[in-house]
Every structure is written in structure tokens, then in C-alpha cells.
């Protein structure tokens, strides 16, 4: 029963309330920030795509000899989750400590059609001034030297230094060899460049690290540095590249190595799933076949970087520096192999978001394993405890350094409630694209999702740890209230209601008669309606569900999940008898339940084609 707040998987809001104050006296009474003098050097090494389940405990020990020290010497935190796992918006939320609809980074790339049409990259991340106040300026103003090695966010194509980051050594696309570069290395205001071709990523990364942590410790000045290291592995290489993701030393070993298989490989039965996605067909032989090498591939990328781990402690212990550093591994976002018929990541389940982290340093309790609350957005809070650094004060998450000293002095369940996991991109499940955006609860042991078609989920994974079995219909009805209630409350101040048209997609499209114009709205106090004007432009006229007028038009568009803080919309009577080289211009805007309203959108402008199933980007077209 949900009333028991000693034996539930959540709690009610009073005992949310008793939990929170007991939480923070003991984070008061066991944690106090380092003198300056006695400031610690802090590494985070952040890799792309890699599961919890990949890097658990048992497997570094058996595969990667050098990050057993993780294992041995540092604590392993075996319930830590990413809030938005998709590799740019996971990036922002990590280095500002806040989630995606704070943030704003929603998508990886805000022109591809998967987005939604919703906002993310460096341009977005720029625009928004977080260059100028997320963990590198405050660390820089905490008086540390500042240096990034590796994958930024997404979509970097943006030639800027951060203001923050002293040292700003960027990797960009998805190559493994002869990728291309951004730094500032030999000019203050960068330049970009490509490594040769034979240069393998990960092993460069490394050793530009070494370089860097060399001329610190020439320079003399006791100064402590932040050093925050993201390779690529184990995420999947550029299709068209022929020099795949292994380095070249490693390209015979594990010849027969097989992924792990349980029952959520190519789960049979997907009657439970959400409507969103419950069609998505079983995957093909063809398919399963690339099961085992993809997770072979994954494995060895990763070996190199236990070796650049390797040689990094080694650079630290020839300085001295090893007893004074603090070295964090995690990732952006998990990765499911077949799991639930999905490869990628991007949704709610728990292989999207449940990654690595292990922390070694001064006073961490070796050999530990704590299975707290943990997420990405806490990692910002919590560097900035260790080092003495400030933090803005509207970060979401919440330090954990209390728990690398005495975990067992904080009680798990009461640690934190729920973390909100969020979503607003299409993913591929199946070799088809399915609009998964979806908000959910990850608590201790249980996942509330709310898709934005409305079709809900709750998997108990004390007794369901594979979620093959959706029991949220099996729920008393004043738990599914609770549970909606209480997911509403972790998106507050999102601003006005947000709409985006998803097809036909900004900017010039052909849209198909075979198919609605359809779109996304959100807003934390719900979604009463989406209302969208459709004009021709060749005479300014207007549709009015059944033909074209003179005078303008306001139509109502069909909800998926109204009153809710995310839903899609549809609007189904398309216009026809349309010239086919016309220009026809859609307009979305979004009301709240309390009937407040977005800014109206640009027109997104597109054609019909009476032929097409399908819709396809075309070259941006304005018209007059």
C-alpha cells in the first residue's frame, strides 16, 4: 500500500517532505567542502552509449585489468540513471545539473526529423549562455585549470571555445579513425582539423591528456585542475566509415564472444507495451545476427579506453598526484542490444537510462557498492562540493559526496524518491521510426511512464527487473492518480506551452495526402488544446475542414493525451484539391489548462504530394 512509507517503492508527499529533511541534516552533518589549499584534482571520464550492465562490477573485472581499480580500490554506485538518454541533451543536463526542460536541450540535432522539431546542440546550448555558467566556469572561478578532451555535446559544429574551458580539445562526429577536431591548442580562438586517417580516436584523446596533465604540473603553481575526458566508445561508428571501431591491435581478440541473452531480447510479448510502440514486429534473423558482433565491437572499444585509463593513473602517480585526485567513470545514456526489440537508446526503459558510476579518490570507501538514487544531474552538485567550487543555485540534482565516505550512514529508500526521465525524440525500433517521446519516474526499484499518445506503464523491478510485464493496469486507481500527480510536480516554471509540428517537417517538406500533419505540444500544467491554421499561398486563402475560404480559420487539432504535460496532436482532414506546384503553410499554436497559449509558430511550408506515403525534406522554401 502506498500509505506505508517504510515498505513502498515510493511515498506519499508527507513522507517526501520528512525524508527530504532527514536527507539534508545528514548531508550537513557528514560533508564540509575542502580548504583551498587542500583542494582536490577532480577527472570525469564520460563515455558514450555504455549500459550499466556492460560495465557492472563482475565484467570490468573479468575484461579490463587497468579500470579494475574502479572495482577495487573505489565505490561502485549501482543505481545511477541519466535523465534525458540521448547523448546531447544527457551532456547539458550533466555539465549544468539540470534536467532537459530546464536546460532547454531537448534533441541532438534540431533539423533532423527525429527531433520533433524541438530545440538542442551547441547552437542551442551557446544561445542559451551556458558556455558562461555550467561546471567549467565554476570550476574556473574556483580557482582550478579547466580542460575538455573529447566529445562536447552534439551536432559540435560550432567553432568556439567555451569561456570556461581552459583547455578545449574536441572530437567531433561518430569516426573512430581520422576524426575530425576542434581545439585550442596551437590558437586561443581554435581551429578545426582532421587527425590522419590511421589515428585511432581514443588512443590521440589519451595521450593529449597526458600532455596536458605534463605542462600543468610544469607550470608550478600548485593550481588544481579539472579534467573532464569523453571518448566515443562504445558508440556505434559512422556507417559509411570501412575502419569500424576497434583499434587495430585489438582487431582478433574475443573472436567468439557472445552477448548475454534473457527473455527481453526481441521480447516475444509486446500486448503489454505501450500503444506507441506495441506494433513495432519482432526483430529478423538478419538482425539478431548483429547482436553478438555489435556487442563484441562494443566490448573492444572499450578496451582502449582501460588502456588510456591505465596510462592515465600512471601520469598521475609519476607526479604525485594520484592520493589528490578524484576520478568519476559514467556515461551519457545506456544502450539496449536487441532488448525490447530497440538498438539505440532514447526511451524510458531501464537500459536507456541506467549507466556506470564509479568514483575513486582521497577517502572513498574501496570495494563499496551503493545502490542509491543516483543521477547524471548530480554529478555537477557534487564535483562542486568536492572541490569548493559554487554551483548555480538552480541546479536540479543533488551532491553525493557524502556517500563516497560513509554510504552505509544513508539509508538507500530514503536517499531520494524519484528521478524524472524525459524524452522527445523518435527512435528506431525495429528498423521503424516510433514517436517514443514519453516522461517517467525512475524510483528505487519501480518505473512510472507516461508516453505522449497517453498509453501509461509501471514496472515493479523487484520482482520484474527485465520489465517484460506492465502492470499498471493491475494498479488501484488512487495509486495511477498518485503517480500522475506526482510526475507533474518534477516539471514546473517550463515556461508557456511549447508546439512543434513534426510533419511536414521544418523547413520545405512534401507532405502525403496518405498521411495527418501532426505535431508535439508540451506544458507543466497540461495541454488543453492545439489549434492550427492551414493557408494556401498562392491566393491567401484558408481551409476550413472541407475547402478553402478567404477569411482566416482556426481549427482544433485531435489529442492524444489531453490535459496532460506531453501529448502528440494530429490533424487528419489534409486539403485536397490542391495544385501541385502551390504552396500551402501550416501554424500551430498550443493552450494550457489554464488557458495560456505558446507564441504563435512560423509558417512551416510544404507541398502535396498525392502519391508519396511517406513525407521527405526538401530544400528550405520561403514564401513571399
Not at 165 to 185: E, L, M, P, V
Not at 216 to 232: K, S, T
Not at 575 to 586: F, K, S, T
Request: net charge negative.
Amino acid at each position: 500500500m502506498l500509505s506505508n512509507c517504510h515498505h513502498t517503492r515510493f511515498v506519499l508527499p508527507l513522507c517526501i517532505v520528512v525524508t527530504l529533511l532527514l536527507v539534508d541534516t545528514r548531508i550537513l552533518s557528514a560533508w564540509q567542502p575542502p580548504a583551498q589549499a587542500d583542494k582536490p584534482n577532480i577527472v570525469l571520464i564520460n563515455l558514450d552509449d555504455a549500459d550499466f550492465e556492460m560495465l557492472a562490477p563482475a565484467s570490468v573485472g573479468l575484461l579490463y585489468p587497468h579500470m579494475q581499480r574502479f572495482v577495487r580500490d573505489g565505490i561502485c554506485f549501482t543505481n545511477f540513471h541519466v535523465t534525458t538518454p540521448l547523448c546531447g541533451p544527457s551532456r547539458a543536463a550533466l555539465l549544468r545539473g539540470q534536467y532537459a526542460h530546464r536546460t532547454g536541450i531537448r534533441s541532438n540535432d534540431p533539423q533532423a526529423t527525429n527531433s520533433n522539431g524541438f530545440a538542442g546542440g551547441m547552437y542551442a546550448y551557446g544561445a542559451a549562455g551556458y558556455h558562461e555558467n555550467d561546471i567549467s566556469t565554476w570550476m574556473k572561478a574556483a580557482g582550478y585549470r579547466t580542460m575538455m578532451i573529447g566529445k562536447f555535446l552534439h551536432s559540435d559544429v560550432v567553432n568556439i571555445v567555451p569561456s570556461g574551458w581552459d583547455d578545449f580539445y574536441s572530437s567531433r562526429g561518430a569516426n573512430y579513425f581520422g576524426a575530425a577536431r576542434f581545439t585550442n591548442k596551437d590558437h586561443p580562438e581554435g581551429s578545426a582539423y582532421a587527425d590522419p586517417i590511421d589515428v585511432y580516436r581514443t588512443t590521440q584523446e589519451g595521450s593529449e591528456a597526458l600532455d596536458l596533465i605534463d605542462q600543468h604540473v610544469a607550470r608550478e603553481n600548485d593550481q588544481p585542475f579539472f579534467l573532464y575526458m569523453a571518448p566515443l566508445a562504445p558508440h556505434q561508428y559512422t556507417p559509411h566509415s570501412e575502419y569500424g571501431m576497434i583499434e587495430p591491435k585489438y582487431e582478433q581478440w574475443w573472436v567468439d564472444t557472445l552477448m548475454p541473452r534473457n527473455p527481453a531480447v526481441n521480447e516475444w510479448d509486446f500486448s503489454d507495451k505501450s500503444t506507441a510502440i506495441r506494433d513495432a514486429g519482432l526483430m529478423s534473423d538478419r538482425d539478431l545476427g548483429k547482436l553478438n558482433p555489435r556487442h563484441r565491437e562494443r566490448l573492444l572499444s572499450v578496451k582502449s579506453v582501460d588502456d588510456m585509463f591505465g596510462a592515465l593513473m600512471a601520469k598521475l602517480e609519476q607526479h604525485g598526484l594520484a592520493d589528490n585526485t578524484y576520478i568519476f567513470l559514467t556515461s551519457d545514456n545506456g544502450f539496449s542490444n536487441g532488448h525490447h526489440r530497440v538498438v539505440g537508446k532514447g526511451d524510458c526503459f531501464n537500459l536507456s537510462t541506467h549507466v556506470p558510476m564509479y568514483v575513486l579518490g582521497p577517502g572513498v570507501q574501496g570495494g563499496a557498492r551503493a545502490n542509491h538514487l543516483l543521477a547524471q544531474i548530480d554529478i555537477a552538485p557534487t564535483i562542486a562540493d568536492l572541490s569548493g567550487a559554487w554551483s548555480s543555485p538552480l541546479v536540479d540534482g543533488k551532491s553525493f559526496a557524502p556517500l563516497l565516505i560513509e554510504p552505509q550512514d544513508h539509508d538507500e529508500r530514503l536517499w531520494r524518491d524519484a528521478v524524472l526521465i524525459e524524452n522527445w525524440e523518435n527512435r528506431k525500433i525495429n528498423n521503424a521510426q516510433y514517436n517514443t517521446a514519453s516522461f517517467a519516474l525512475r524510483m528505487y526499484d519501480s518505473i512510472y511512464a507516461e508516453w505522449a499518445n497517453g498509453s501509461p506503464e509501471y514496472y515493479d523491478l523487484s520482482k520484474d527487473p527485465l520489465q517484460l510485464d506492465n502492470r499498471y493496469d493491475a494498479l488501484p486507481e488512487s495509486e495511477r492518480h498518485f503517480l500522475s500527480d506526482y510526475l507533474r510536480t518534477f516539471r514546473v516554471d517550463t515556461g508557456p506551452p511549447q508546439t512543434t509540428i513534426s510533419e511536414p517537417f521544418f523547413p520545405g517538406a512534401v507532405a502525403s495526402r496518405k498521411l495527418p500533419l501532426k505535431g508535439m505540444a508540451e506544458d507543466d500544467s497540461g495541454i488543453s488544446r492545439v489549434r492550427v491554421v492551414i493557408k494556401r499561398f498562392s491566393d491567401s486563402w484558408f481551409w476550413n475542414g472541407e475547402d478553402w475560404q478567404p477569411n482566416r480559420v482556426v481549427l482544433n487539432a485531435d489529442l492524444t493525451n489531453p490535459g496532460q504535460q506531453l501529448t502528440t496532436w494530429t490533424y487528419s482532414a489534409i486539403p485536397r484539391g490542391q495544385p501541385a506546384d502551390d504552396l500551402i503553410g501550416l501554424w500551430a499554436r498550443a493552450y494550457d489548462t489554464n488557458g495560456n497559449f505558446d507564441r504563435t509558430l512560423p509558417w512551416v511550408v510544404f507541398r502535396l504530394d498525392y502519391t508519396r506515403p511517406t513525407s521527405t525534406i526538401l530544400a528550405p522554401e520561403t514564401p513571399e
